[in-house]
């Protein structure tokens, strides 16, 4: 590997632990949810989480299952913005629904309860099951935002991630605690 690129793997490593470390920081020691937080957060999955090329055109689809903060949060943050050449759009869906047919499906701590229903339903499809709710990521969630010592951090169910056809950023997994197999392989590291 070249120098130049041993730069840049460092560089955007760098980048991507000063963006969501910092919105962690910022969050800590809150004790209502801080969905601006969350907003950031996801937006900034959009750079480190690969779609398949079937996933790769027409609209980028955000869903949120429950009445969440989040919804409002995110139609701001990503107003004209885009994912590759896509366009970001914000959907409100029912924790009922038939499918989901978007790129990322955010489950609210209120709905938590139908993720038993809905992991099986999207399980063959690239669509990356977001939570916030303790243990979620053992039980079908991708990523599970959860709170230790006031602060926000990861989960990331690897497993969960690549059976669905997404490909992940290493950069992204050294900042989470890792479930494999419905076991904590690695700790996220001290901040």
């Known amino acids: 590997m070249s120098i130049r690129s041993c730069l840049t793997n460092l560089f955007k490593q760098a980048c991507v632990s000063i963006a969501l470390l910092g919105f962690a920081v910022n969050c800590s020691a809150q004790s209502v949810t801080d969905y601006k937080v969350h907003a950031n957060i996801i937006y900034r999955f959009t750079k480190y989480i690969e779609w398949p090329g079937n996933k790769q055109s027409g609209d980028f689809v955000i869903g949120i299952v429950g009445d969440s903060p989040l919804y409002e949060e995110l139609s701001i943050l990503t107003a004209n913005k885009s994912v590759g050449n896509q366009k970001i759009v914000i959907k409100k869906l029912a924790a009922s629904a038939a ?14 309860r ?4 809905i992991a099986p339903l999207t399980a063959d499809q690239p669509v990356l099951l977001i939570t916030e709710e303790n243990g979620l990521a053992k039980k079908g969630s991708c990523i599970n935002f959860i709170i230790v010592d006031d602060r926000l951090k990861l989960e990331i169910n690897k497993n969960n991630v690549l059976s669905r056809n997404l490909n992940i950023a290493s950069e992204l997994l050294k900042l989470a605690t890792i479930i494999i197999n419905d076991n904590v392989i690695a700790n996220s590291p001290k901040s």
């Not at 499918?99 to 938590?112: D, G, K, N, R």
């Not at 139908?114 to 229903?117: A, E, M, S, V």
């Open 114 to 117: 139908d993720l038993k229903r």
């Open 99 to 112: 499918s989901y047919s978007c790129q990322i499906l955010f489950i609210s701590q209120e709905e938590s």
